[in-house]
T-cell receptor, first 113, second 112 residues
Framework: SQTIHQWPATLVQPVGSPLSLECTVEGTSNPNLYWYRQAAGRGLQLLFYSVGIGQISSEVPQNLSASRPQDRQFILSSKKLLLSDSGFYLC????????????FGPGTRLTVL | GENVEQHPSTLSVQEGDSAVIKCTYSDSASNYFPWYKQELGKGPQLIIDIRSNVGEKKDQRIAVTLNKTAKHFSLHITETQPEDSAVYFCAAQSLRDDKIIFGKGTRLHILP
């Protein structure tokens, strides 16, 4: 069966510090991968998605970036965090192609102080 | 691109009564409409989905309806129970790409 992991689960970082959140998927190959942000009391905002290694689509211009160094690894990064980057970050995967369920990871709660 | 609107943002329902959450979408090419439930501090989980070739789908106490002409789809929960309290998201996916666009969510409270 497939599983999706995210770490860390919780992170508190000062403004201006770098960020690296990691997501890995097990039990499948060539998945589509997604990063979402969920601000307090708000919906799911799609940040990045990837249909293959090295292929990243950015949905929202901001100070975040994403990379996919391996087939089942998706990394969310920032060189300098802003207060507005605080939120709940969710990674998700789906089988390639449309019409497929997205499976979400447990999320990372990021607080920028 | 696709835009999904979801109403209401908050819903309080007496235990045992029914709850209805409504969504609209903008892209006529959308053909897949999942519903997710998110419990506090966790990632969303799929509870039911419907594809554009079907008008209604039911799974025990949960049902979804789809009106492609009006671009509306709804979630119906009957005989609500305390464990139904959560945030619910509707979503739509277009044939054009692999992105699922989510509504802003509905916080459902089941009152004792």
């Amino acid at each position: 069966s497939q599983t999706i992991h995210q770490w860390p689960a919780t992170l508190v970082q000062p403004v201006g510090s770098p960020l690296s959140l990691e997501c890995t998927v097990e039990g499948t190959s060539n998945p589509n991968l997604y990063w979402y942000r969920q601000a307090a009391g708000r919906g799911l905002q799609l940040l990045f998605y990837s249909v293959g290694i090295g292929q990243i689509s950015s949905e929202v211009p901001q100070n975040l970036s994403a990379s996919r160094p391996q087939d089942r690894q998706f990394i969310l990064s920032s060189k300098k965090l802003l207060l507005s980057d605080s939120g709940f970050y969710l990674c998700a995967w789906s089988q390639a192609g449309a019409d497929n369920e997205q499976f979400f990871g447990p999320g990372t709660r990021l607080t920028v102080l | 691109g696709e835009n999904v609107e979801q109403h209401p943002s908050t819903l309080s329902v007496q235990e045992g009564d029914s709850a209805v959450i409504k969504c609209t979408y903008s892209d006529s090419a959308s053909n897949y409409f999942p519903w997710y439930k998110q419990e506090l501090g966790k990632g969303p989980q799929l509870i039911i989905d419907i594809r554009s070739n079907v008008g209604e789908k039911k799974d025990q106490r949960i049902a979804v309806t789809l009106n492609k002409t009006a671009k509306h789809f709804s979630l119906h929960i009957t005989e609500t129970q305390p464990e139904d309290s959560a945030v619910y998201f509707c979503a739509a996916q277009s044939l054009r790409d692999d992105k699922i666009i989510f509504g802003k969510g509905t916080r459902l409270h089941i009152l004792p």
